[in-house]
C-alpha cells in the first residue's frame, strides 16, 4: 500500500519543489476535515510541498509490518510526517501509530518571536508565528520526532504540541539535530520512558541551546496509567500477553528488558 495521502511537488516530489511559484506564492494544497486509517508499514500523510495547509485531520493506526524484517530495521513510519517548511499544520491527531505520531521538520525560530512572547506581540504577529499549532499525538511509539528546519538557520523550533502516553518518546531528535531547539506551548504527558529527549549532532564546542516556553512536563496521572505494562519485554521480540504493552518495539527501544 502506497501512502494514504501524499501532498506533493510533480517537479521535484522529494524536496518539495514547486515550479508553478509565482511572485512568491506556492500553487495551493488543502487537506482538511479528514479521519485516516490504517495506513500500512508507510506514512499516513506526507507533506513535502510548501504552501500546503493540513488542518483537523485524526490519522490512527499507522502499522509497522516486522514480519521478514531485520530486528534492527529503523524505517519508522509516521502519522503525519511533514518534510518542509512553510506548511500550516493545525488541530491534528494522531493516534496508535506504530512507529511515530508526527515527523516535523522545526520551523526557523526567527519565525517564532511573537509566540516566544505573545504579550508583547500584536495579534497579527501571533497568528503569522502559529502556522504550526495545537496538533496532538498519543498510544506512539514517538509523539513527536524534530528534525532541523530547511532554511539553514541555526535554530528550530515547534509549538502547540499535546503529547501524551507514547511508549519511549514525546519529543525526540533521532540520530540527533543539527541545530538549537526551541520548544514553545508544548504539553507532554504519561510518556512511558522520557518525556524529551532533544540529542545534537555537532562539533563540541559549538553554541547550541534548547530553550523551552511554556512547556509542561505531566508524569503519570492515575493509578489506572501505572497498571498499563507493568512487565518489561523481553529483547528476543514477538508480541507479549499482556495487551496494554506496546506489541510491536523495534530492538532499538527504551522499554525492552
Same mark, same amino acid.
Request: charged content about 20%.
Given at each position: 500500500m502506497?501512502?494514504?495521502?501524499?501532498?506533493s511537488?510533480?517537479?521535484?516530489?522529494? *524536496?518539495?519543489?514547486?515550479?508553478?511559484?509565482?511572485?512568491?506564492?506556492?500553487?495551493?494544497?488543502?487537506?482538511?476535515?479528514?479521519?485516516m486509517?490504517?495506513s500500512y508499514?508507510v506514512?499516513?500523510?506526507?507533506?513535502?510541498? %510548501?504552501?500546503a495547509?493540513v488542518?483537523?485531520?485524526?490519522?490512527w493506526?499507522?502499522?509497522?509490518? *516486522?514480519?521478514?524484517?531485520?530486528k534492527?530495521?529503523?524505517?519508522l513510519?509516521?502519522?503525519?510526517?511533514v518534510?518542509?517548511?512553510?506548511?500550516?499544520?493545525? %488541530?491534528?491527531?494522531?493516534?496508535?501509530?506504530? @512507529?511515530?505520531?508526527?515527523?516535523?521538520?522545526?520551523?526557523?525560530?526567527s519565525?517564532?518571536?511573537a509566540?516566544?512572547?505573545?504579550?508583547s506581540? =500584536?495579534?497579527?504577529?501571533?497568528?503569522a508565528?502559529? @502556522?504550526?499549532?495545537? +496538533?496532538t499525538a498519543?498510544s506512539?511509539?514517538?509523539?513527536?520526532m524534530?528534525?532541523?528546519?530547511?532554511?539553514?538557520?541555526?535554530?528550530?523550533?515547534?509549538?502547540?504540541? +499535546?503529547?501524551? %502516553? +507514547?511508549?519511549?518518546?514525546?519529543?525526540?531528535?533521532v540520530?540527533a539535530? $543539527?541545530?538549537?531547539?526551541?520548544?514553545i506551548?508544548?504539553?507532554?504527558?504519561?510518556s512511558?520512558h522520557?518525556?524529551?529527549?532533544i540529542?545534537y549532532q555537532?562539533?563540541?564546542?559549538?553554541?547550541?541551546?534548547?530553550? *523551552?516556553?511554556?512547556? +509542561?512536563f505531566?508524569?503519570?496521572?492515575?493509578?489506572?496509567?501505572?497498571?498499563?505494562c507493568?512487565?518489561?519485554?523481553? *529483547? =528476543?521480540?514477538?508480541?507479549?500477553?499482556?495487551?496494554?504493552?506496546?506489541?510491536k518495539?523495534?530492538r532499538?527501544?527504551?522499554? $525492552?528488558?
Amino acid at each position: 500500500m502506497d501512502l494514504a495521502v501524499w501532498i506533493s511537488s510533480a517537479d521535484n516530489p522529494y *524536496m518539495g519543489i514547486d515550479k508553478s511559484e509565482t511572485n512568491g506564492s506556492y500553487a495551493a494544497a488543502t487537506l482538511s476535515g479528514n479521519v485516516m486509517a490504517g495506513s500500512y508499514d508507510v506514512d499516513t500523510v506526507r507533506v513535502d510541498l %510548501r504552501g500546503a495547509v493540513v488542518v483537523d485531520n485524526l490519522g490512527w493506526g499507522t502499522y509497522k509490518e *516486522m514480519n521478514g524484517k531485520s530486528k534492527f530495521d529503523d524505517i519508522l513510519p509516521a502519522t503525519f510526517r511533514v518534510t518542509i517548511n512553510d506548511v500550516i499544520l493545525r %488541530r491534528n491527531t494522531a493516534a496508535g501509530s506504530e @512507529r511515530l505520531g508526527f515527523y516535523l521538520a522545526g520551523q526557523p525560530c526567527s519565525n517564532l518571536t511573537a509566540a516566544k512572547t505573545p504579550a508583547s506581540a =500584536t495579534a497579527a504577529a501571533v497568528q503569522a508565528s502559529l @502556522r504550526v499549532a495545537n +496538533n496532538t499525538a498519543h498510544s506512539s511509539l514517538v509523539g513527536l520526532m524534530l528534525e532541523a528546519n530547511d532554511e539553514f538557520e541555526l535554530c528550530s523550533g515547534v509549538v502547540g504540541f +499535546n503529547l501524551w %502516553r +507514547n511508549w519511549d518518546f514525546g519529543v525526540f531528535t533521532v540520530k540527533a539535530i $543539527r541545530t538549537s531547539a526551541t520548544l514553545i506551548d508544548v504539553t507532554v504527558a504519561e510518556s512511558k520512558h522520557v518525556g524529551a529527549l532533544i540529542l545534537y549532532q555537532g562539533e563540541l564546542a559549538d553554541p547550541v541551546e534548547v530553550q *523551552m516556553y511554556r512547556v +509542561n512536563f505531566i508524569g503519570i496521572s492515575g493509578p489506572e496509567s501505572c497498571s498499563i505494562c507493568n512487565g518489561s519485554i523481553p *529483547m =528476543t521480540g514477538g508480541i507479549t500477553s499482556d495487551l496494554s504493552c506496546h506489541q510491536k518495539l523495534s530492538r532499538q527501544s527504551y522499554n $525492552r528488558e
